[in-house]
C-alpha cells in the first residue's frame, strides 16, 4: 500500500442502518419534521399527558398565563376586527351569492373553536373573498342561487364540512407536506388574478345593474357589463365612487402613518352606517340605490341536519370542499407564519390545519359556510395589538351582539357601499410590485405566477390554480430530471476544488477529471448524468495531446449527492464498466451515508474497491496523482504502488 | 477588516449571466445534453452539411467503411434472426388476434428503414410481445376482432402511425427526457407481470381450447381456463409440453454453453418446422391439434389507404398508440443501451427516437403493427457477431423470400408449438433475482416494482403502468419535498466539516452551528428546509450551557444548492431575520453560480454582507470563530473587528 495511504481517514462503509432504522428515519423526516415528541421524552406519565394535551389543545398553552395586561390588548384588537367582520362578512356573502347573514354567522362560532385549537397568536379567522367565489363559481354550475336557493345554501354547509374534514385529516396524517406544493408564485399570481375579478364583479354594484353572469371570466364580465348599458344608475355610481375615495384615501394614510392604522380599520363601517343612513333618508331602494335587504335577528341556526349527502351532488360539493380548502389552507397558513415572523415566533403547519378543519367543521354544522384566516383581518388584528387568540373570542362576541341585537339596521346598506369595501380590500391583493420581482429574478416563477393569473382572469379560478400547480410540479420534476453537474477545478492558491465554470481560473488536474452530480441520482436523471460525465471523458481525451495528460481517473464528489435509487447505481456500474473499458478508474469522493449504504448493499464498493472511496474530493486527486506517477498504467487499485 | 480578512479569496457575485445567457444554458441543458452540433464547429460549410446529414441518418456513417469482412458477419447474424422472426412474428401476431402473416410483415419494411435512421449496431428490430397484447387489450375495448376483422386490422395500422408520429415528435423535440420517467424498477415490475399474463393466455393454445376471453387478468384468465375443462383436449397438451421441454433445455444450453447460442436461435424454427410436419402427417385440425390455417404469399400490401382517422375510434388509437409507443420507445433504447455497452458504443436516445418513429410511420403504411428493438431477437444478433444494422437488411431479405415462396408451408404450424415458442421466450423476461436485489437495495424501488407487477397481472396493462409511474413520480417529488439536509461537524485529524450522523466522532464548534441543506432549495422543501434548521437552533439553544458556548453564528454549506427559487429566496430572507432577531449571524458558504445571481438579484447578499460570503465552510466557521474572540457581541460583519 502507498505512503499516501498511510494515515488517510476511511470512509465509514461497514455500518449499515436495518430497513427498521432507515423506515422509522425517512417516516420520521416525512412526516414529523419538527419532532413534535422531544419535548415528551422524560418525562413522567402524568406530565407527559398533560403536555401532549397542551400539543394537541394550544389553548391550555397560554390560558393560565393569561392576564388582565393582556386582556385589554386583546378586547382593544377584538372590537376593531369585529367592526371589520361585519361589512366584510356581508360583502364576501355577497361574493358567494348567499343572503347576507350568511356573512356574518362565520364570525360568531369559528372565531371560538380557532381560539382552542389555534397555534397562532394573530390570525383573526373569517370568510374570505377568493374562496367566497370559487365556491360560488363551483357550487353554481350544480345548482343555481336563484332556483333554489336553500339547496345552493345547503351545498355551501356540506362544502364546508368537507373542507373541515379533509384539512383535520392533512393535519392529522401530517401532511402539511401538500400545502407546500402550492408555491409562492401561484399563491401571488392566483390572488392577484382573483382580485382583479372580484373588482370586475363589483362593477355590478358600482354601476347598480340588476342583472349579470355567474361567469366569472373577464370576457363573460365585460360582455354583461357592456350588453346592458340602460340599466346602468349614475346614482350607484356617483355613491360609490365618493365612499371608495374615501376608503382608499384611509388606505393611503395607513401607509403613510402606521400609527393610524385604525381608521382605516373602522372606515368600512363607517361607509356601512353613512350608506345605511342614506339610504334609509332617500329611500335608495326607488332612487337607483339598491340595498342589502331584510337580515333575520338571532344566532346562528344549526345546520347539521341540513348537509346533502345526495351522491348527486357528491362530486360537487366534493371538489369544492377540498379546492377551496387547500386554497384556504394556504392563505391562512402563510398569513400565519408571516405575523408570526414579526413577533419572532412559530407556527405549526399541521397543527394549524388540525385547528382549520376543527373550525370548519364546527361551522358547517352551524350555518357558516367555509372560514379561514383572512390577511386583511388578520392585519388589522396584529396592528391593534392583539396579545394572544383571545381577541377572536371578544369579536365573536361582539358578532354575538350584532346578531342578536343590531342585524336589521344593516338591511338598509346599500350594494354600492359594500362594493367599495370589497374594491378596496381587493387592491392590496394585486402585488404587481412581487410580481416585477418575480420577473427579476426568476423568469420560471414569473410564467408560474402569470399562468395562474391569465388563468383565473380569463378561463376560471380553479383551471388558473391547476395549470400553475401543474408548472410548479412539471418545474419540480425538471429540477429532478435535469440537476447541474459540474466539471470542478483546483483553485489556484486554495487546496479545494470548484466548478470551473463559476471559477474560470480553477486548474484542472492532468489525467483526473473530477465531476460533481451535485443532485440524488436515480431514475429521472441517471440517463443525464451518465450522458454528462461521459462527454466530459470524451472531450478529455479529445483535449489531451500525448501521454502524459492522458485521462487515467474519474473522481466523482458525491457530497451532493443525498440519496440514490437503484437505477442510479445501476447507471454507476454501467459508468464504471465503460470507463474500465477505457482504462480510466472510477473513484468516489464523499460519500453520503444512505448512498454509501445502498451502494455497499449493491455491491458497487466491492466492484471499484473501498480503496477508491475517499473521504474528500482532495484527498481522491491526491491518491490518483500519487498512484498515476508511482505505477503509470493504472490498475486495480493503489494497493498496487 | 480583520486579519483572517487579508488575502482570503472570495467568492465571485458580481458576475451576472444575462437571462438569454442563462435561459440558452438551462435549454440547452434540457435539449441537448449531448451537444450534437460540437462537431460541426468550425467547419467548412459543405463539411458541415455533410456531417449534419451523417448526424441524421447515421447509415451513411458507417455505410462508406463498410466492408466484405464485415458483410459476413451481418449475414450470418441475419439469417439466424430470420430464422427467429418467423415463428416469433406468427406467435406475437396471435397475441394481438391478428391474421398469422400480419407477424410477418414487420420483419421486412421496419428493419430497411432502421438500418437507414437507427445508431445501434445490435439491435433487431421486429414486433413485441407486450406492446402485441397491450394493442389487442386496448383496440379490443372498441371493436371486437371477430365481429369486424378488417376494421380491427386498420385500427392496429392507424396506432402504429400514431405511434411513429408521437415518436418521431419525441425525437425531433428531444424530449427523450420522457422516457426517463419509465424506471427500471417500473420496466422490471412490468415485464414480468406481462410475461406472467402472456404466460397464462399460453394456456388456451397448450389446452387445445377454442374459446377464451380477452381480459388479461389473472382472475379471468383463470375462469375461463377451469370454466371449460370438456375442452380440454390432451393430444395438444402432450405436443406442447414436449416442445415446451426442448425448448427450454436448448435455452438451458445457452446459459451453460453460450458458443451454442444458435441452437437455441434456431430451435423454434425446427418446432415450428416438426410441429408443422406432424400435424401434417396425422391431419391434426382433425385430432384435438389445432393449426395457425392459411398464410397468403406475397409482399406487405399497401395500407396507406386503410388508416382509420375516424373520430369515434380515434381516442382509442391516439391511446393505443402513444402508451404503446413509450413501451416499445423504452424497451428498445434500453436493448439497444446495454448491447452498445457492451462493445464500448453509445447510443443517442433522441436519434434512436427519431428512427423508431419512421419505421413504425413507414411500417404503418405498408401493413404492419407496431415494430421495436425486441429483446430476444437482439440478444440473438449481438450472439450472432453482428457488425452493424446491415444484419438487419440480411433479416429482412430472407423475411422477403419467405413471403414471396414458403408463407404458405407455415399453415400447418400447430398453434400449441406457437404457445411453446411464446412461454420460453417469456420466461425469460421474470426477472426474479433482480426483483430480490431490488428488494435488498431499495424498498420503495421494490414497491415500485411490484406495483406494476401487480397492477398487470391482476387488472390491466395499461392500469399497472400508470400506477407505477405514478407512484415513481410521487417519489421524486417526495425526493424533492423532502431532501436531507444535515448538520455539520469537524472531522478531529482533518480539516473537512461533514455530517455529524455520518461520522458520529466529528466535533462541533462551540457557537457556530454548520448546516448544509444540500439540495436545490425551492417552493416545495423551502418550508421544510427552515423548519429543520431552526429545530437544530432550538436544540443548540437548549444544550448550551453558558455564556461561551451560546450560539452566535449559523453557517449554511450551499455546495449541494444547485438552484433556488423564488419561494427559497424568501426562506432565506425569513431565516436571516428570524435569526437576526435572535443575535444570530447567517453566513453562506461556497454558492453555486446560479444561486449567487438569484440571491444579488433580489438583494439577499446585500442583506447579509458579502463578507459574510466565503468559499469553504472551513473558512466560515474560521471567519466566525476569529470575529466571536475579537468582539464578543456579534454584530455587523467582519470589518468591525
Known sequence: MGTHEGNRRRVELSKRRTFGESLKA????????????????GQPPWSRAWRALKYVVPFLEWAPNYTLHKLRYDVLAGITIAGLAIPQGISYARLADLPPIYGLYPSFVPPLVYALFGSSKDLAVGPVAAASLLLASIIG??????????????????????????????????????????????????????????ILQQLKGMLGLRHFTT???????????????????WQSSVLGVGFLCFLLSTRYLKTKKPKLFWVSAISPLLVVII????????????????????????????????????????????????????????EGIAVGRSFAMFKNDQIDGNKEMVAFGMMNIAGSMTSCYLTTGPFSKSAVNYSAGCRTAMSNVVMSACVMMVLLLLAPLFQYTP?????????????GLIEYEEVYRLFKVDKFDFCTCMAAFIGVVFFSM???????????????????????????????????????????????????????PSSPIYFANSGYIRQRILRWV????EGSRGKEDELHYVVLDMGGVSSIDKTGIEMLQELQATLDRREIKLAMANPRIEVAEKMVASNFIGRIGSDWVFLSVEEAVEACRFVMHETPPPADGPQRS
Not at 26 to 41: T, W
Not at 141 to 151: F, K, R, T, Y
Not at 488 to 504: C, H, I, K, S, T
Open 26 to 41: 425517512s417516516l420520521k423526516d416525512i412526516f414529523f419534521p419538527d419532532d413534535p415528541f422531544r419535548q415528551l421524552l
Open 141 to 198: 354550475e350544480a345548482v343555481q342561487p336563484e332556483e333554489n336557493p336553500s339547496l345552493y345554501l345547503h351545498l355551501f354547509f356540506t362544502a364546508a364540512f368537507f373542507t373541515g374534514v379533509f384539512q383535520l385529516a392533512l393535519g392529522l396524517f401530517r401532511l402539511g407536506i401538500l400545502v407546500d406544493f402550492l408555491s409562492r408564485s401561484t399563491i401571488v399570481g392566483f390572488m392577484g388574478g382573483t382580485a382583479c375579478i372580484i
Open 215 to 233: 361567469s366569472t371570466d373577464l370576457i363573460s364580465v365585460m360582455r354583461a357589463i357592456f350588453n346592458q348599458t340602460h340599466e346602468w344608475r
Open 275 to 330: 350608506g345605511g343612513a342614506i339610504a334609509y333618508a332617500v329611500h335608495g331602494e326607488n332612487e337607483g340605490i339598491p340595498t342589502v335587504g331584510p337580515l333575520k335577528k338571532g344566532l346562528n341556526p344549526l345546520s347539521i341536519g341540513t348537509l346533502n349527502f345526495e351522491p348527486r351532488y357528491l362530486t360537487t360539493t366534493l371538489r369544492a370542499g377540498v379546492i377551496s380548502g387547500t386554497l384556504a389552507l394556504a
Open 415 to 427: 350594494l354600492v357601499a359594500l362594493s367599495a369595501i370589497i374594491i378596496t380590500a381587493m387592491v
Open 462 to 516: 380553479d383551471i388558473g390554480l391547476a395549470v400553475s400547480v401543474g408548472i410548479s410540479v412539471l418545474r419540480a420534476l425538471l429540477y429532478v430530471a435535469r440537476p447541474v453537474p459540474c466539471k470542478l477545478g483546483r483553485l489556484p492558491g486554495a487546496a479545494a476544488f470548484r466548478d470551473v465554470e463559476q471559477y474560470p481560473d480553477s486548474q484542472p488536474v492532468p489525467g483526473v477529471l473530477a465531476v460533481q
Open 538 to 541: 470524451e472531450e478529455e481525451a
